[in-house]
């Protein structure tokens, strides 16, 4: 059997093209588009390429999207005061600051500048009190890599109610919120994290094995019951040629990209799950496309709740 692949690229551009006419009418309304506001500290290479996407996506759907950058060596009270500066702008209604902020400041960082966001201007929904509207079920702005794997399930035909779902991984920004969104969907959800005993045993129960990790190649057929569907979250940059050698066959696309590249975008999937998953995400391809998709979608959510008010009875 070789699994279905599930074209998040495609899920993702239909979403872009659902929000046009909601962006245009509060463009219309406003007299300026809805407006995301991203802070980028330091150069890690990866948060470059995400920003550069979530930019040009952004602008491709009619929003506005301004980048605040800030150096490594940026302090905490710098990062702070540039969101603090989005928060007080009239024309920015979603904030998102990347992760991961750089390790000199400090463990603690995430939490204190995430605490400074304004609730409603929190696009990736990560502020203590739109977790807590996560967990108790009347959220506006949920994460937005979990948020896509939901619409990718839901557009893709896969049944939630009812289900195994397993994730693997408990981080903020992917494994919490995505247990969440699963248990509100009414899923039997499983959490494992590195301290789970038997992890292969307990991820063959899933109907839902979401893995995100950030381990490349790490759930292998051994944790998977033969046609359950497989989120692959993970995108680990790797330039390890023995790593890449033990996993694509000479020959093989992906090896050949890795030969022109000199490294390869990996998933926490090994590829040899393709034969026994009923469905699989690509990486790339699956899950980041969608991530871009509900940044566009949160954003116009969180302009929308600022300034269209619901209608009274
Ligand atoms: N880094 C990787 N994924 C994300 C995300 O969804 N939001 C933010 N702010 N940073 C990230």
Request: hydrophobic share 45%; with cysteine; charged share 20%.
């Amino acid at each position: 059997m070789s699994a279905r692949m599930l074209d998040g690229t495609a899920v993702g551009l239909a979403i872009r093209t659902e929000l046009r006419p909601a962006v245009e009418a509060f463009t219309a309304t406003l007299g300026r588009p809805p407006g995301l506001g991203i802070v980028l500290v330091g150069n890690d290479a990866g948060s470059e390429l995400y920003v550069g996407s979530k930019l040009k996506s952004a602008a491709e759907s009619g929003l506005r999207a301004d980048l605040t950058r800030l150096p490594a060596t940026a302090s905490l009270g710098e990062v702070i005061a540039a969101v603090e500066r989005l928060n007080a702008s009239d024309v920015h209604d979603a904030i998102l600051v990347q992760s991961p902020l750089p390790a000199a400041l400090g463990a603690e960082a995430e939490r204190h500048v995430v605490d400074h966001i304004a609730v409603e201007k929190d696009v990736d929904g990560f502020h203590p009190i739109n977790v807590g509207r996560l967990v108790q079920g009347h959220w506006t702005l949920a994460a937005c890599t979990p948020s896509g794997v939901i619409e990718l399930l839901d557009r893709s035909g896969i049944p939630i109610v009812g289900k195994h779902a397993v994730v693997i991984g408990r981080s903020d920004i992917v494994g919490k919120p995505m247990a969440l969104l699963l248990l509100h969907r009414h899923a039997t959800v499983t959490i494992c994290h590195s301290k789970t005993v038997d992890l292969p045993a307990v991820a063959r129960q899933a109907d839902i094995l979401v893995a995100a990790i950030g381990r490349p190649a790490f759930v292998t057929p051994a944790y998977v019951k033969p046609g359950a569907t497989v989120i692959d979250v993970g995108t680990s940059r790797v330039g390890d040629r023995a790593l890449v050698e033990s996993i694509f066959p000479a020959g093989s696309k992906r090896r050949d990209a890795f030969e022109r590249r000199g490294a390869l975008t990996m998933g926490d999937v090994h590829p040899s799950v393709e034969e026994i998953a009923g469905a699989l995400t690509p990486v790339p391809g699956g899950v980041g496309p969608l991530t871009i998709a509900m940044l566009l979608k949160n954003t116009l959510a969180a302009a929308e709740q600022r300034f269209v008010k619901p209608a009274t009875s």
